[in-house]
């Protein structure tokens, strides 16, 4: 059996129990190797480097450093030369390292796979690791030497390929998109409602980074046009969150129209969504939402960002609008091309999805993408 070692800062640990479960999923769904997980946790920056050992093949790390990328790859070097006299203390050899954030784990995979002479994988998570790239300009050599000898690159969406091929040169070649695994991945057709019913969902504590004031704003303008518009924001937050959301409902003076829903009741959604003419959501930055692809499995046309999320997966004209998210103009024009064409976006979803344009995001066809890569790279 083969031997992947695993860093990564997204899986869920006794230390941030709350992470997603991206990693998790592929980790779940290849059996055919064995998986060992180093989780790291940034914690504060005095703090030294702390190991807990929370499963077979499972530690949980945090290590200290400052915020704002100061000592950023300093500290992760004291994370590498410990993972490295772990593996020794435990008689690991690896097959492939597999680091799942470029800017993070992918200095850490470096060291690694340098001091064993074993090959590396490495995920682009756009929005962290653009963020990342740009503030320490002065690691852009070791940028580059991650993007040269890491044996596979994978990306979260297309244009994250174009940004890091126009930043640090990135070799499309061995770069492969490799989307996360989602919940919802069976395909429900939608029926036209005929109603300009509109839906959004997120975290209530990231609002601002979801651009929920340029929503509601467009919603509001919108309504001049279609007087009967409305939108049900889904998603939980904290008592803050939920205090400022509903201020900026006041302020648009949207309090008949745009209703807080709270929490999607669990094993609903694919119903819940079927009562929409479509799902909405014009983030400033995103670096994939899941829930971008769960609404057309749901059969959902959609509002995305133009140049982040899912844009570059999908036709925009097949499955609603790619907006500029900058933009309340245009994000006005999104949902007014969503509430006209809802039947036929429905409609063309549906197609999309009968000649198998879904099969790549759900959990069989991502499984297949990384086993394929992986075997490649092995």
């Known amino acids: ?17 709350a992470k997603t479960r991206s990693v998790l999923n592929l980790i779940d769904n290849t059996g055919e190797y064995r998986h060992v997980v180093y989780s790291l946790n940034r914690a504060n920056w005095k703090t030294s480097l702390v190991a807990l050992p ?36 435990k008689g690991i050899v690896p097959d492939l390292i597999h680091a799942h954030k470029f800017s993070v784990e992918g200095l850490v995979a470096l060291d690694i796979g340098r001091e064993l002479g074993r090959p590396f994988v490495c995920d682009i998570w756009g929005d962290t690791d653009l963020r990342i790239t740009e503030v320490r300009r002065d690691l852009a050599p070791k940028w580059r030497e991650i993007l040269r000898e890491a044996r596979a690159i994978f990306a979260c969406a297309p244009w994250a390929t174009d940004k890091f091929e126009a930043r640090l040169g990135l070799d499309r070649a061995k770069t492969t998109v490799l989307p996360p695994i989602v919940q919802d991945d069976s395909f429900t057709p939608s029926a036209a409602i005929g109603q300009p019913r509109l839906m959004t969902l997120f975290n209530l504590n990231v609002h601002k980074r979801k651009n929920f004031g340029g929503l509601a704003r467009a919603i509001m303008t919108a309504a001049k046009t279609v007087p009967d518009i409305s939108l049900d924001v889904w998603g939980v937050g904290t008592a803050e969150a939920f205090c400022e959301v509903t201020e900026i409902i006041h302020g648009v003076r949207g309090d008949d129209r745009i209703r807080l829903k709270g929490r999607l009741p669990e094993g609903e959604f694919t119903k819940t969504l079927g009562g929409y003419a479509a799902f909405v959501m014009p983030t400033l930055r995103e670096t994939f939402g899941m829930v971008f692809v769960e609404a057309l499995f749901s059969g959902l046309p959609i509002l995305y960002t133009k ?41 063309s979803i549906a197609e999309l999805a009968a000649r198998g344009g879904l099969a790549p995001y759900t959990r069989a066809g991502v499984v297949a993408t990384y086993r394929q890569v992986i075997e490649a790279a092995l």
């Open 1 to 17: 059996m083969k031997t992947i070692v695993h860093v990564t800062a997204d899986f869920p640990d006794p230390m941030a129990g």
């Open 54 to 89: 929370f499963a077979p093949d499972r530690t949980a790390l945090a290590y200290g450093a400052p915020p704002k990328g100061f000592l950023h790859a300093t500290r992760l070097k004291g994370v590498a030369d410990w993972i490295l006299s772990d593996l020794a203390a």
């Open 307 to 347: 140049g982040w999320s899912v844009d570059g997966l999908f036709d925009p004209s097949e499955v609603g609008y790619a907006c500029n998210s900058s933009d309340d103009e245009d994000i006005r024009r999104g949902l007014l091309r969503l509430v006209s064409d809802e039947a036929e976006l429905k409609a």
